[in-house]
């Protein structure tokens, strides 16, 4: 049995845990309440067609952008580049990356770093698109995606050189679980690299109802909140770059998209998915702009 083999009967046994919260008809669910909120939100049809038509297909996390009307595709792979570049290790054999979308990212991290990568998500519908792109991409002898959550990864104790992340651990309602399974599975040494929308710091979530509300949201952290999850699990924070002024832009170029492909996409979406979605995202550009979120990227070690 190969490495990934061993791994993966572990998460088989560990997935049987999973399943202990039964619902009022007795059939058991697995997950938690926000994780199963989070799953059947990017499970549904209108998202598919709209984070594969508008966010650009491959990524949906945020983008850097370097003239207003960049596309959203080439802003998003500069975040990927941008993150790469501050690895420190000479060489990465196995990467994890928690809430993987549509693989675009295991995808960039195989080729560009020669790597494994353990491709961890929730959604179903997200994880068969991103299968059938490793596969198109010659990626999916190096890919592995999995159904299951950030909160319990099916990854042995300092297995990884690398643990990534990109803007999915909005959805946890503990986000210091997410944190501690970064750290265990990190081998000594091993590098955290992390992207998140957050409140600003001393920000309540009060000042946030309309953004919260689009994804059933109670909260958002914040980067003190953050550094000092990561501080409790044993991870040394190396740097974080604050990029807040990017998350206003990126929103507001996905909602210029989404307006100005509103017909195509009413061929495969609702127009009430649309109208919500639009509202939504207008939140988070006037709440971005008021300063009252943050995103970056942060990196952390696993201390010695």
Not at 216 to 231: D, G, H, R
Request: glycine fraction near 8%; aromatic fraction near 10%; include cysteine.
């Amino acid at each position: 049995m190969t490495e990934y083999g061993r791994r993966y009967e572990s998460f088989a046994t560990k997935s049987l845990e999973w399943v202990a919260t039964a619902n009022d008809e007795g059939a058991f669910l697995p997950y938690t309440e926000s994780e199963r909120v989070a799953r059947a939100a990017y499970d549904s049809d209108d998202a598919g067609a709209f984070y594969s038509q508008i966010w650009g297909g491959d990524d949906i996390h945020l983008g850097l952008y370097e003239s207003p009307d960049e596309p959203i595709a080439d802003a998003s792979h500069r975040t990927m580049q941008r993150m790469v570049e501050k690895i420190q290790q000479d060489k990465i054999n196995y990467i994890v990356d928690l809430g993987s979308g549509y693989c675009g990212a295991a995808r960039f991290l195989s080729s560009e770093l020669s790597s494994q990568v353990l491709a961890v998500n929730l959604s179903g519908e997200q994880n068969r698109r991103a299968e059938a792109l490793n596969e198109r991409a010659g990626a999916n002898e190096h890919i592995s995606v999995v159904d299951a959550s950030y909160n319990d990864v099916p990854a042995d104790d300092a297995s990884a050189d690398l643990v990534w992340s990109q803007d999915a651990f909005l959805h946890a309602e503990r986000r210091d679980l997410p944190m501690a399974e970064a750290a265990r599975v990190l081998k000594t040494g091993g590098e955290f690299l992390f992207t998140d929308p957050m409140a600003a710091d001393g920000v309540s979530a009060s000042e946030l109802s309309g953004v919260l509300e689009r994804l059933n949201l109670s909260s958002l952290s914040s980067p003190e909140k953050y550094k000092q999850l990561a501080a409790d699990a044993g991870l040394e924070l190396v740097e974080f770059d604050d990029y807040s002024a990017m998350l206003p832009k990126h929103y507001g170029r996905v909602l210029e998209e989404t307006q100005a492909n509103a017909e195509e996409l009413l061929k495969t979406a609702s127009q009430q998915y649309l109208d919500g979605m639009m509202k939504g995202l207008q939140h988070w550009v006037d709440a971005g702009n008021r300063g009252l979120l943050s995103w970056g990227i942060f990196h952390f070690r696993k201390a010695q």
